[in-house]
């Protein structure tokens, strides 16, 4: 789904995403979500995140996202 919001299509697979927990995440409470498109490379799509609560770093993320062939399921 994120994938999908950053990058406008929904015809692409996760081939991986790392997530490194900094902080304990609290639940019930809002955070603040960070995330976008750091560079594309043909059909590849590498992708970066952070959660913070306030100035507290909670997790960083990034993924790489591979766009689909056309006919691929």
Do not use: C, H, W
Request: glycine fraction near 8%; hydrophobic fraction near 35%.
């Amino acid at each position: 789904m994120t994938a999908s919001v950053l990058t406008g299509s929904t015809r692409q697979r996760t081939a991986y995403l790392t997530i490194n927990y900094r902080n304990i995440v609290p639940i019930e409470k809002k955070l603040q979500v960070d995330a976008g498109v750091d560079r594309v490379d043909g059909r590849k799509i590498f992708v970066s995140g952070r959660l913070t609560d306030g100035d507290t770093l909670l997790t960083e993320a990034d993924a790489l996202f591979v766009r689909l062939k056309p006919g691929q399921p």
